[in-house]
């Protein structure tokens, strides 16, 4: 089992900045492919960002592509998400998820890919 906690969340104005955390336990984090994905209210949930096990091959929403930074520090088993020149539009709640399997990058951007996943982070961005 691995358990994902996400934090750094919180209430920004448009075009500020914040940086999502989500530390991994109970499993090795390099053994780990991790993702992103948010919900916005009477939405479905969508795909955000992913990283493969190394860190080295990365993919993005085209919606937040250039905005976004996903990156792993697999000493501190923790994955990050740099979120700059925040929209209202990015509003939502923010999951981290965990896959184990190894998959290609285009299947990490699909919720089903993911073995764990988070509780969440509200994001909320004012006008």
């Known amino acids: 089992q691995v358990q994902l906690a996400e934090s750094g969340g919180g209430l920004v104005q448009a075009g500020g900045s914040l940086r999502l955390s989500c530390a991994a336990s109970?499993?090795?984090?390099?053994?780990?492919?991790m993702g992103w994905f948010r919900q916005a209210p009477g939405k479905e949930r969508e795909f955000v960002a992913a990283?493969?096990?190394?860190?080295?091959?990365?993919y993005y929403a085209d919606s937040v592509k250039g905005r976004f930074t996903i990156s792993r520090d697999n000493a501190k088993n923790t994955a990050y998400l740099q979120m700059n020149s925040l929209k209202p539009e990015d509003t939502a709640i923010y999951y981290c998820?965990?896959?184990?399997?190894?998959?290609?990058?285009?299947?990490?951007?699909?919720?089903?890919?993911?073995?764990?996943w988070g509780q969440g982070t509200q994001v909320t961005v004012s006008p």
């Open positions: 109970g499993r090795t984090f390099s053994s780990l492919a």
């Open positions: 990283i493969r096990r190394t860190g080295i091959s990365t």
């Open positions: 998820a965990a896959e184990e399997d190894g998959s290609a990058g285009y299947i990490l951007q699909r919720s089903y890919a993911y073995d764990y």
